[in-house]
């Protein structure tokens, strides 16, 4: 049983920092690609970021690029996201979720944004931003 459980968030003050872990299990993660999503209240859910299998490569929405960062280790099978310079607009349930594999590197790149190609789904943790 695939299951993806994120950690981490909570109330934080604009400028601050916080990092999200996303300890996955039930497959064999280091065989996928993992993404971060987030969903603020009344709006859809959004791409975060992005990670390759291997980690050698990571993809970001232009909203967040140069204050967050994905990374993984496979060997404790877990995802993180490491939010610098938060804005009171990354409010928002930060979920986590696994990809469907077996794309080459080139299908990944231009996929890895999109909400369908993900398969598994953590419950998401909420990040509060404050003023």
């Known amino acids: 049983q695939v299951q993806l459980v994120e950690s981490g968030g909570g109330l934080v003050q604009a400028g601050g920092s916080l990092r999200l872990s996303c300890a996955a299990s039930?497959?064999?993660?280091?065989?996928?690609?993992m993404g971060w999503f987030r969903q603020a209240p009344g709006k859809e859910r959004e791409f975060v970021a992005a990670?390759?299998?291997?980690?050698?490569?990571?993809n970001y929405a232009d909203s967040v690029k140069g204050r967050f960062t994905i990374s993984r280790d496979n060997a404790k099978n877990t995802v993180y996201l490491q939010m610098n310079s938060l804005k009171l607009e990354d409010t928002a349930v930060y979920s986590c979720?696994?990809?469907?594999?077996?794309?080459?590197?080139?299908?990944?790149?231009?996929?890895?944004?999109?909400?369908?190609?993900?398969?598994?789904w953590g419950q998401g943790t909420q990040v509060t931003v404050s003023s």
């Open positions: 990670i390759w299998w291997s980690g050698g490569y990571a």
């Open positions: 979720a696994a990809d469907q594999g077996g794309a080459s590197f080139r299908e990944w790149r231009s996929r890895s944004g999109v909400e369908r190609s993900y398969e598994y």
């Open positions: 039930g497959y064999t993660f280091s065989n996928y690609g």
